[in-house]
């Protein structure tokens, strides 16, 4: 049974400091690119960060030198970590795992986990 399961969510302050983790489960996790995606309330769901497969990176022009996305293949998991954090980053924060092959496309999703960022 595939999952993702995302955890460190949660309230801060401006300025401050969260790490996202994204727990897989189910598939061959090192095969697979990990993104992560936020929805803020009214809108559209966002790319935020992604490493592929092997580990190549891009981060959204809105969070780069911010936000640094990495996976631990041993621990079949997956990081944000999130610096600096501002108010309009308060969003829901999607993990998905994606890999295509033969034609076909592996598309996972987590449930997400709330970062709220406000004094």
């Known amino acids: 049974q595939v999952q993702l399961v995302e955890s460190g969510g949660g309230l801060v302050q401006p300025g401050g400091s969260l790490r996202l983790s994204c727990a897989a489960s189910?598939?061959?996790?090192?095969?697979?690119?990990m993104r992560w995606y936020r929805q803020a309330p009214g809108k559209e769901r966002e790319l935020v960060a992604v490493i592929g497969s092997p580990d190549s990176t891009n981060t959204a022009d809105s969070v780069k030198g911010r936000f640094t996305i990495s996976r631990d293949n041993a621990k079949n998991t997956a990081y944000l970590q999130m610096n600096s954090l501002k108010p309009e980053d308060t969003a829901v924060y999607y993990c998905?795992?994606?890999?295509?092959?033969?034609?076909?496309?592996?598309?996972?999703w987590g449930q997400g986990t709330q970062v709220t960022v406000s004094s």
């Open positions: 998905n795992a994606v890999r295509r092959t033969a034609g076909r496309v592996y598309d996972y």
């Open positions: 189910g598939f061959t996790f090192s095969s697979y690119a």
